[in-house]
């Protein structure tokens, strides 16, 4: 269907040429029609076999951004030195030259007071070119502080999958050889990562398989699955388990994977403890100690109590799931991890998937496939003294404190928390920022509670924003560096996986850049280690230059000479012949940037069976990987497991700390002052923040379901709306415990009562002025971030976006 859709170009003489979108973390490889000058069409590049050249709605949407009038064209500085929600910046067109003379300077201030860990760099979206701006930049310049956006993301999801397998990161899901699809709080017709693939195999899948999802709202997939489960908030690990109760009560578990009584009589009876030496495991850790704590009274009957879903509702999923097992999916999605006790929510959901056999398997859950890029030189030869001595320090956000374990990967204070690094700045804690530099990001906006960040960017005495747009935080920056736009106007490469295949695929300039932008993550960088040389610290340009271009062995002597030999450099694997390694083969550098994308091998299924990175190489019920993090931070604070479980906000004590459990959901605001738990969704239309500004983000608005277009509706159940006084098209006010927004009220029946459901997107007040109501003035609609605590999932450093507070809804 694709190859028809592109089959008809819009012009005759016109090229389609390999480009990568970033709308969202799927990061699909695409092909751009380019006219003279111009993009014209983008469609899905046919030789990915992750995409299978499909795309998404939003991919067309890019079009919209790289020409919209409202972007940055050239860098401006503010001339106002007041810095507030209020105060207009006054920026002012400036030179290149002026700009990055002007940072560079600040620099090199903090390094002649070697006072280098005050300088700060936020990431947002990035390529894999990152780490010469994110990294290897802030090393050399002496501070600790790259902090990502990974914490407001997702990282929660990647907790359960390593506290049981061993793998954090994001999985891909089988979906054409699964007979049951379970999915908790993800919408992958919609945004839930590989939307172009999962899309375009669903009609199959649905043919094949059976498909539950559980969420509080009838999302895209929940609108076309086989059953929709409306759970109560916050309550997917009562009901993850009860999946397991049935499972192992009924002796649906996979004997092959989980191993298996050893007289074979089953001896999981509900209520009753089992002798585990009666019991032979074989590829899992701990089943019989997990259903001694736990599991085994986790009965349909009780679950039904917690989750507001029907007894049979719950066995039917639950028999149905495990039936199908190896080829059941349970496929956890943001929804029941990103909350404050969602780590242990994402194991609960996740560990389904080792109970019947999925994991690793044909029709199940699967890893990322191997891929073969290069990571950039190294550093350390050009970090000096100062350097050394600045990266030292305590990082800003805080990330390892007793209240923040942060046990990324299994090691206490490894994981980034973004969002307390509003506090951290703030409250000087443990230091001062001086000079911040953020891209990509908009954390005045994306961040729960947001005004923390308004607050701390006025703090900062020097902000410098590279960014396509005056976004919320360009608002309180003192320097806007315009930006080239991802798909169509530089080089970069990101890696993404489905489909059972892993591909790397390429950005690259493709058409004329209609303003004076440069690129974030290698033109900007080069430059500014330019300015930084030419003040007499030139460690940064050296670095740079070790960035040699693998066909000729020529450094880099410009900006542009550096952002095509690094791609080159960390690709080279994949397209020279003479270093070939797996997956699709290339003549060469040329070959492989018209093509766009390269292919890994098959997934080989069953590798990992055994062979886990977790502490007992198996798939753990019972984490032993979890239990030796946890204990690492209590001995780093010289205290027990159980103090540093209840200082985070969990109930967990004893041994339950180490198993995936059940814990009431932790909800901001008392149910009389704020009667409904307030739900956060995604958009099938945004590209993460960047659609603001489209007009075609409003025009096609309804294409979520409940949502009006040119409207920011807040959905509610006609049952409550009743019983307050709201018909659909009211104006109205939504008060949290922590902000107020305004709104359209909409009559829905497709959320649960008790809840009401907004869209994360609008609320924009600057950004552009079709975002705004009135730019740098009012929003256009409210922000959900206003209405929602700042709270994390404190073992993993994520931000709470899901049952996380209670609100209040008036009519004005
Ligand atoms: P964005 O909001 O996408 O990124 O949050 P952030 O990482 O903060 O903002 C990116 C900003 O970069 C834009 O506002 C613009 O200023 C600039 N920009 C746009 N395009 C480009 C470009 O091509 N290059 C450069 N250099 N700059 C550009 C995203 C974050 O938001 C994410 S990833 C998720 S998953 C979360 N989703 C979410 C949610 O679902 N609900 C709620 N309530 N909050 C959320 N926040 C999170
Ligand atoms: Fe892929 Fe996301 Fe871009 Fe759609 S918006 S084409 S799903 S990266």
């Known amino acids: 269907a694709l190859a028809e859709a592109g089959d008809t170009p819009p012009e005759e003489k016109g090229t389609w040429h390999a480009g990568t979108c970033q709308g969202c973390t799927s990061w699909c490889a695409k092909q751009v029609y380019v006219v003279g000058d111009r993009a014209v069409k983008v469609r899905g590049n046919p030789h990915s076999k992750v995409c299978v050249g499909a795309s998404c709605v939003r991919a067309h949407m890019a079009l919209q951004q790289v020409y919209d009038p409202d972007r940055i064209k050239t860098p401006m500085k503010r001339t106002n030195p007041k810095k507030g929600r209020h105060e207009d910046p006054g920026f002012v067109p400036i030179s290149w030259d002026e700009a990055l003379d002007t940072l560079a300077d600040k620099i090199m201030a903090l390094r002649d007071a070697d006072e280098t860990h005050k300088y700060m760099l936020m990431r947002g979206r990035y390529t894999y070119m990152r780490d010469i701006l994110y990294d290897r930049m802030t090393k050399i310049i002496g501070s600790p502080n790259n902090i990502s956006h990974s914490a407001i993301c997702a990282e929660a999801e990647k907790f359960g999958s390593y506290y049981t397998e061993g793998y954090w990161s994001y999985r891909q899901y089988d979906v054409k050889k699964a007979r049951y699809v379970l999915i908790w709080?993800?919408?992958?017709?919609?945004?839930?990562?590989?939307?172009?693939?999962?899309?375009?195999?669903?009609?199959?899948?649905?043919?094949?398989?059976?498909?539950?999802?559980?969420?509080?709202?009838?999302?895209?997939?929940?609108?076309?699955?086989?059953?929709?489960?409306?759970?109560?908030?916050?309550?997917?690990?009562?009901?993850?388990?009860?999946?397991?109760?049935?499972?192992?009560?009924?002796?649906?578990?996979?004997?092959?994977?989980?191993?298996?009584?050893?007289?074979?009589?089953?001896?999981?009876?509900?209520?009753?403890?089992?002798?585990?030496?009666?019991?032979?495991?074989?590829?899992?850790?701990?089943?019989?100690?997990?259903?001694?704590?736990?599991?085994?009274?986790?009965?349909?009957?009780?679950?039904?109590?917690?989750?507001?879903?029907?007894?049979?509702?719950?066995?039917?999923?639950?028999?149905?799931?495990?039936?199908?097992?190896?080829?059941?999916?349970?496929?956890?999605?943001?929804?029941?991890?990103?909350?404050?006790?969602?780590?242990?929510?994402?194991?609960?959901?996740?560990?389904?998937?080792?109970?019947?056999?999925?994991?690793?398997n044909e029709g199940g859950t699967l890893v990322s496939n191997k891929e073969y890029t290069r990571k950039f030189p190294k550093p350390d030869a050009f970090m000096d003294d100062i350097a050394k001595k600045g990266k030292k320090h305590e990082k800003i956000d805080q990330r390892g404190?007793?209240?923040?374990?942060?046990?990324?990967?299994?090691?206490?204070?490894?994981?980034?928390?973004?969002?307390?690094?509003?506090?951290?700045?703030?409250?000087?804690?443990?230091?001062?920022?001086?000079?911040?530099?953020?891209?990509?990001?908009?954390?005045?906006?994306?961040?729960?509670?947001?005004?923390?960040?308004?607050?701390?960017?006025?703090?900062?005495?020097?902000?410098?924003?590279?960014?396509?747009?005056?976004?919320?935080?360009?608002?309180?920056?003192?320097?806007?560096?315009?930006?080239?736009?991802?798909?169509?106007?530089?080089?970069?490469?990101?890696?993404?996986?489905?489909?059972?295949?892993?591909?790397?695929?390429?950005?690259?300039?493709?058409?004329?850049?209609?303003?004076?932008?440069?690129?974030?993550?290698?033109?900007?960088?080069?430059?500014?280690?330019?300015?930084?040389?030419?003040?007499?610290?030139?460690?940064?340009?050296?670095?740079y230059k070790e960035y040699r271009d693998p066909e000729t062995g020529k450094e880099p002597t410009t900006a542009d000479e550096f952002s095509l030999y690094a791609l080159k450099y960390a690709t080279q694997s994949l397209w020279d012949p003479a270093q070939y390694k797996g997956g699709d083969k290339f003549n060469g550098w040329k070959e492989f940037l018209e093509t766009g994308v390269w292919n890994s091998d098959p997934y080989p299924y069953r590798k990992r069976w055994g062979k886990m990175k977790t502490a007992t190489e198996k798939f753990e019920f019972y984490s032993v990987t979890l239990k030796n993090a946890l204990e690492k931070h209590a001995k780093k604070h010289k205290t027990t497991v159980d103090e540093v479980l209840s200082a985070c906000n969990y109930e967990a004590q004893g041994e339950h700390a180490f198993i995936p459990h059940h814990e009431d959901p932790f909800t901001i605001g008392d149910a009389d002052t704020y009667p409904f738990v307030f739900v956060d969704h995604k958009s099938r239309l945004n590209r993460e923040g960047r659609s603001a500004n489209c007009t075609w983000y409003y025009d096609f608005k309804d294409l979520d379901p409940g949502d009006e277009p040119w409207q920011d509706v807040a959905k509610i159940n006609p049952a409550d709306a009743k019983k307050i006084g709201i018909?659909?098209?009211?104006?109205?006010?939504?008060?949290?415990?922590?902000?107020?927004?305004?709104?359209?009220?909409?009559?829905?029946?497709?959320?649960?009562?008790?809840?009401?459901?907004?869209?994360?997107?609008?609320?924009?007040?600057?950004?552009?002025?079709?975002?705004?109501?009135?730019?740098?003035?009012?929003?256009?609609?409210?922000?959900?971030?206003?209405?929602?605590?700042?709270?994390?999932?404190?073992?993993?450093?994520?931000?709470?976006?899901?049952?996380?507070?209670?609100?209040?809804?008036e009519r004005i």
């Open 185 to 360: 709080g993800a919408d992958p017709l919609a945004a839930n990562r590989q939307v172009p693939f999962y899309t375009s195999v669903w009609g199959d899948v649905m043919e094949r398989a059976r498909v539950a999802v559980v969420e509080p709202r009838l999302s895209a997939t929940a609108g076309k699955a086989d059953e929709w489960l409306p759970i109560v908030p916050g309550q997917d690990s009562a009901l993850a388990l009860a999946i397991a109760h049935v499972i192992l009560t009924r002796g649906l578990w996979s004997r092959e994977f989980v191993g298996d009584f050893k007289d074979g009589s089953n001896r999981f009876v509900p209520g009753q403890t089992v002798d585990e030496s009666t019991f032979d495991e074989a590829f899992t850790h701990g089943v019989v100690a997990w259903w001694n704590l736990e599991v085994k009274d986790r009965s349909p009957a009780w679950a039904a109590e917690k989750t507001g879903l029907p007894v049979a509702q719950i066995l039917r999923v639950a028999e149905d799931f495990g039936k199908a097992a190896p080829r059941a999916i349970s496929w956890v999605g943001g929804g029941p991890s990103m909350q404050v006790r969602g780590g242990y929510g994402s194991m609960a959901c996740h560990a389904l998937n080792g109970l019947v056999g999925a994991c690793d």
């Open 401 to 543: 404190r007793l209240t923040f374990p942060a046990l990324k990967s299994g090691k206490p204070g490894s994981a980034v928390l973004t969002n307390n690094a509003a506090d951290g700045i703030l409250n000087e804690d443990p230091y001062e920022i001086k000079v911040a530099v953020g891209y990509m990001n908009n954390f005045t906006f994306s961040c729960t509670q947001p005004d923390r960040w308004e607050r701390a960017l006025a703090k900062i005495p020097f902000v410098a924003h590279l960014t396509t747009h005056a976004s919320e935080f360009s608002w309180f920056s003192d320097l806007l560096l315009p930006n080239t736009h991802h798909l169509f106007e530089k080089y970069g490469y990101v890696k993404s996986i489905a489909n059972g295949y892993r591909h790397v695929t390429l950005m690259q300039p493709v058409i004329k850049r209609i303003g004076d932008y440069k690129t974030d993550e290698t033109e900007v960088p080069w430059l500014l280690a330019e300015k930084l040389s030419q003040r007499g610290f030139d460690n940064l340009l050296r670095h």
């Open 727 to 809: 018909k659909s098209g009211d104006t109205i006010r939504i008060t949290s415990p922590t902000g107020t927004i305004e709104c359209t009220a909409k009559l829905w029946e497709g959320i649960r009562p008790g809840t009401v459901a907004k869209c994360f997107g609008q609320g924009h007040w600057a950004y552009g002025r079709v975002a705004a109501g009135e730019f740098g003035k009012t929003p256009r609609g409210g922000n959900n971030n206003d209405l929602i605590p700042a709270e994390y999932d404190r073992l993993s450093g994520s931000t709470v976006r899901h049952a996380g507070t209670r609100v209040k809804i």
